[in-house]
C-alpha cells in the first residue's frame, strides 16, 4: 500500500501476476450534499414538470422525493433517485417538493418549488339554465362572464327540432351574447355555449322555451323566522286564460341560487297544491331560497324566490380532541366550527378571559399557535356569538393543550424512522431507555440496516425483546453476532440499556447490570448503514424476519425516551423523518394537576394514558381547577343523591355527616 497527499495506491499479487488500482479515502459519517438543479420550475398547465437535484456524498446517498404539503399525485408520477417527474401538471401539483439525501453519515435535503400556470375556460352561470320569453319579445342569451388563460373564444351552437332552423340567419353576435330580434315558436329549443382556450372548454345550456303570455303571481320576498317555529310560505298566480295553475317548490341552501339550480324539498319541508308550503318546526339546515313555480299550459310560468332566514343560537364545533398534544416549538391549528344565524362572531381566549397574543393568530374561526413552548400549554375556548331580536347568545367549544413528552409509545404495528446511525463505520454508541407491557414476547427496540447488496446480504445492528431478556445483533459482513442480557425483563419496568461498537468489540449493557461481550468475526470490523433508523418497529416485518440470528416478529408494545447515538442527544419528536400509529407515552398532566390533584402514573397494559387529573374533593375538571358547587336541594333527594336532581349543572354532593 503507497500513499500520497490525496489517494492510496493498492498493489494486490497471486500467482498470476499483479494487479494496482488508485483510490480515494472515503470520510465515513460524512453528511451528504443536496442541491437543487433549477430551484424554481415553471410549466403550463397540462405539461410534464421534470424537477432534479444532486447530491453528493461518500457512500453515494439515497435520494427520495415528497411534497411539503403531503399531496401526491398518484400515478402521473416518476421518482428515479435525482430525477422527479408529474405528467399532465394540474393545479394541485403546485408547491415545494423535497429532494431528500441519506447516507450513513445522516440526511439533508433541498427544496424545488413547481409553479404551473394557466387556467380551464369557465363562466359564472350555472351548467344547465332556462330563459322563458314571450312570442315576438327580444331574447338576449348570455354565456356570463368567461374568463381563462389564455382568454377563451366563444362557440354558439343549438339543438332545435325545427328542420329549416338556421342560427345564423336567425340570430346575431353582441359580443359573447346571442341575440333573437323576435324569438318565433320555431325558436324554442336548447343552445349551447362554449368557451374554448388551449386547456379545454367549458360549456353552458340555455333552455329557451317560447310562451303565449305570462301567469301573474305573489310572494313575500323573505321571511325571518325562529327556529323550531311553524312557518307556512303561501304562493298566489293566476292565467291570462284561466287555466287552472300547478305549483312546483324548489330548494337550495344558498341564497342566491337560481331556479334551475335548486334541488329537491330538504326533508320536514311538505307542499299542498294549492300553492302552500310548510314546514312545522324550521331548523337551521332548512335556511335558504325557496322558488315557487306556478305554470299553465301556453303562459311563461311564474317564478317568485322567498329568502328564508332561520334566526338560531350560535353552535360550535372542533375536530380537535379534548386533549390535544403537542411537540414544544412545533405549529398546530385547531379548527373551530361555527354555525348560526345571524352568523357568530368568534374569539379564542386561552383559560377563562386571556386574549390570544402573537405569535399566535386567529385566522376565521380557527386558532393557530406558532413556536409551541411551555407557557403555551393550557386550555383554550372558542366562543360564538351572535343576537337575536337583541339578546345576545353564546356558545363555546374548548380543548386542552398539552406538550408532549420526548417519550413515543409504539403498539405492536407502530414504527418511527430516523436519520441513519452517524460515524457507525468504526465504532459508535446507542443509548436508550424503555418500557413494555409484553416482555415475553418478540419485539423490536431499534434497527438500522444497510441496502441489500447483490449477495442479498446486509450489515445492520438489531436491538431487541426475545423471552424477556434484551438481545443485540450485528452484522459487518462476516456474520452476525448475538448478545443475550442476563437481566430479566418485567412487564411496565423502565429499563436503560446501552449497546458499543469498537472496532471489532461489541458490548452490551441492561438495568445497570454487568456487561455482555463480543468479537466480530474476520478480519472486517466495519459496519456500512445507508437505510433509516427505525425505533419501536419497522415497516417491513419480513425484512427483519430475515436478518441471520434475530427472531423478530413485531414492533414494541411500549415506550422509548432518552435515545442517544454516540452521546448526542436524538431528539424523538422533531428528528422523526416518518411514523406509523405513535402516540405519546407520558403522563401530559404530569406537573399540571391543582388544588391536591394528581396525575395518574402511565401503565402501559391499561390503553390510552388518563386524559385528566385525579382530584380530591370539593375539586374536579381536567387540572382539578373547578370547585364543586353544591345546593342543599339536590343534596336531600331521597335517600342518596342523584346529580339529575342538580339545576345549573351542579354536581351532587352527599352531605357529610
Known sequence: LERDSDSEQLITHNLHGSLCGRVSPAIPGSIPAVFAVIPKVTVDFGAAALLACEAKGSPLPFVTWRKTDGEDAGERTIAEGAMFAIAATRKQDAGVYLCIATSQGGWSSSKVELVVIGELPTTDLEPKTELDVVFGERAV??????????????????????PSFDLSTRTR???????????????????VCTASNTLGNHSVEITLTVYDGFVKGSLLARRDVLSASRVELDCQASSPTNDPIAYTWKWSSRHTASYASTEALPSGVSAARNGKLLIASVSLDQAGVFWCKASDSIAVP???????HVYSDPEVLTSAPEMLFVSSGSTVTIPCYVAGYPVPTVEWLKGRSMPVEAPHQQIGSSLVLRGISARDAGTYSCSATNRIRSTQRNAVARVTVALAGDSPRFFGDSYAAYPTIPS?????????????????TSQLLLVNTQSARKSGKRDFIAIFLAGGRVHATIDAGHGAVQLVHPTEVRANIRYSISFRKQRRSVTLTAGGASSVTAQLPGNLYGLNLNEPLYLGGHPDIVLLKGLPSTNISAGLVGCIQDVS????????????????????????????????GACPSSRLDKGVNEARCRCRSPFHGTLCDVAVRTHRFCALQGDGCSSSQCSFGDDCVEPSA
Open 173 to 191: 353576435r353582441d359580443g359573447d351574447d346571442l341575440v333573437f330580434a323576435a324569438v318565433q315558436y320555431a325558436d324554442h329549443g336548447t343552445y
Open 424 to 440: 457507525s463505520f468504526i465504532s459508535f454508541t446507542v443509548q436508550l431507555s424503555f418500557r413494555t407491557a409484553q416482555p415475553a
Open 302 to 308: 311564474f317564478r317568485s324566490p322567498t329568502q328564508l
Open 565 to 596: 447515538l454516540t452521546g448526542s442527544t436524538l431528539k424523538l419528536r422533531t428528528s422523526v423523518l416518518t411514523s406509523r400509529n405513535v402516540s405519546d407515552c407520558a403522563p401530559w398532566c404530569e406537573g399540571r394537576c391543582r388544588n391536591g
Open 141 to 162: 342569451l348570455s354565456c356570463g362572464a368567461v374568463q381563462g388563460i389564455p382568454m377563451p373564444s366563444v362557440r354558439w351552437t343549438s339543438r332545435v327540432d325545427t
